[in-house]
């Protein structure tokens, strides 16, 4: 998804290569939606930026867990296809050609002169980033998948935590773990291609929107509650089936009923942290980072947009963080060219 350019460009040409350093005017940190839309903001203020993230793709969070789910708080799109919302935003910003550092993670930043210092680790060698303006678009941080007990040594052979393409699963036994949102995105959205869909949640009670359970239910998914699976078993073509202990509610009597599954989706959250950013002398509250009205963070030169940014009535949506993206990004401008106006002028030709 949305292959990456890597250096030149109208915004401002990044200087150097990963062997000997780069050197641009804002460095964005976090390569999901907020952030590909402050590359394409920095260039349309003609400031050169590089986007390092430590996945190999961009797209954050959306190109990780949720690339074929609808999404729908994008202004001008009824519904838009996570993986078509990245690929359009990776094609508006190659219009000014930033320089992509992914599978790369943000270390160290330190500052020499008028130039923030970032190490860089991931590639082949350790790299560094010079830039006069940091942003950090981080979303939720690193994120770690929930494991599921019974799943040790089959995740990749059969089973998966997310589902980037739908199709590999069409004509499949698939088995869903877990009572969110997510959850039930998947079902809805492997119901109509696979052979069978079953939910399995070990609580009565979901953490999902009722409507998206009550369309579940009108789809004829099947839906197994006080349940949980204990095993995965394979034959010489892979993932065969799994066993589920289900406990009656009412006698506490639990009885065993084995499900074909070529897939099982383990969809049971994930933890998070911010890692090495919580290092960067910022002020930090519950995997948050407090900005004032400009996207300005308690370090001078540093900014926030996006899930990760937070303030007083902050609402997290896409929608939000492009807003906040070009709120950071014009900031940003005035800080590096005091002369500069605030106010670029409309977009519109």
Known sequence: MGAAPTNGGKGGEPMGTPSDGID??????????TGLFAAYYAGFRGLSAAVVDSLPETGGQVTAMYPEKMIYDVAGFPAVRGRDLVDGLVKQASQWNP???????????????DRFVMTLAGGEAEETVRARAVLITAGIGEFTPRPLPAGDGWLGNGMVHFVPVLDEHAGKDVVVVGGGDSAFDWVLAL???ARSVTLVHRRAKFRAAESIVNE???????????AEVTELRGDEHGLADVTVEIKDPETKEVRQEVLPAQTVVAALGFTA???????????????????????????????????????????????????????????????????AHLFPGHSSG
């Open 24 to 33: 641009v005017d804002v460095l964005i940190v976090g390569a999901g939606p």
């Open 273 to 339: 942290d911010l890692g090495p950013i919580e290092n960067w002398g910022l002020e930090i509250h519950q995997r948050s980072i407090s900005v004032d009205s400009t996207m300005a963070t308690a370090r001078k030169g540093i900014y926030a947009a996006g899930d990760v940014a937070a303030y007083p009535g902050k609402v997290k949506l896409i929608a939000t963080g492009f807003g906040e993206a070009a709120t950071a990004v014009n900031n940003i401008a005035v800080e590096i060219d005091p002369g």
């Open 191 to 193: 119901h109509p291609i």
């Open 99 to 113: 320089h992509y550092l992914l599978g790369r993670k943000a270390e160290t930043l330190t500052e020499s002169g």
């Open 216 to 226: 579940a239910r009108e789809a004829g998914v099947r839906i197994i509650t006080d």
